[in-house]
C-alpha cells in the first residue's frame, strides 16, 4: 500500500454558508477556522491550502456570552507616538460587525504563511444578503 500524498492541484474546494444568528463569537470562530485550514477533509495535510470557502451571514446577529460587550477592546498601534487606538467590543458591534468575526476567526488560524490566503477564502456579511448568489453554496452548521 502506498501513501497518498496531496498535491495543491488536486485540492477540490467547496463553498459552505453558515448562517451566525445567535452562535457564540468564539466556538463559531474556532469551528470556521477549521474548515478554513481544511482540517474537516480526511486528506488533510498542514502544507498544503486545502481549506474551503466559507461565507457566514448575518454577523450582526452573533451573540456574546459575559460581559466582553462592555470589557472587551481592541487595539491598534500607528508606531507614531500618542498612536494608539483603542475600540470596545460594543462599538465595533455596532459599527462593523464583520470585522469582530474576521478578527476572531483570523486569531483562531495558525501563524504562518498560509494565513493570508486562508483569511481571503473567509467572505463575512452584517445581514442574510450576500453577493455569491451564482456560487452553489451548502449550508452547513458548525456547532455540536
Do not use: C
Amino acid at each position: 500500500m502506498k501513501t497518498f500524498i496531496p498535491k495543491k492541484e488536486t485540492v477540490v474546494r467547496k463553498w459552505y454558508l453558515v448562517d451566525a444568528t445567535d452562535k457564540v463569537l468564539g466556538r463559531l470562530a474556532s469551528r470556521i477556522s477549521l474548515v478554513l485550514q481544511g482540517k474537516h477533509k480526511p486528506s488533510y495535510s498542514p502544507h498544503i491550502d486545502m481549506g474551503d470557502f466559507v461565507v457566514v451571514i448575518n454577523a450582526e446577529k452573533i451573540k456574546i456570552t459575559g460581559k466582553k460587550l462592555e470589557s472587551k477592546v481592541y487595539e491598534s498601534h500607528s508606531l507614531y507616538p500618542r498612536g494608539l487606538k483603542v475600540k470596545s467590543l460594543e462599538k465595533l458591534m455596532q459599527t462593523k460587525p464583520e470585522d469582530v468575526m474576521m478578527r476572531a476567526v483570523k486569531t483562531m488560524l495558525p501563524f504562518n504563511k498560509l494565513r493570508a490566503r486562508r483569511m481571503k477564502k473567509l467572505k463575512v456579511y452584517k445581514g442574510s444578503e450576500h453577493p455569491h448568489k451564482n456560487v452553489k453554496l451548502e449550508l452547513i452548521n458548525l456547532t455540536k
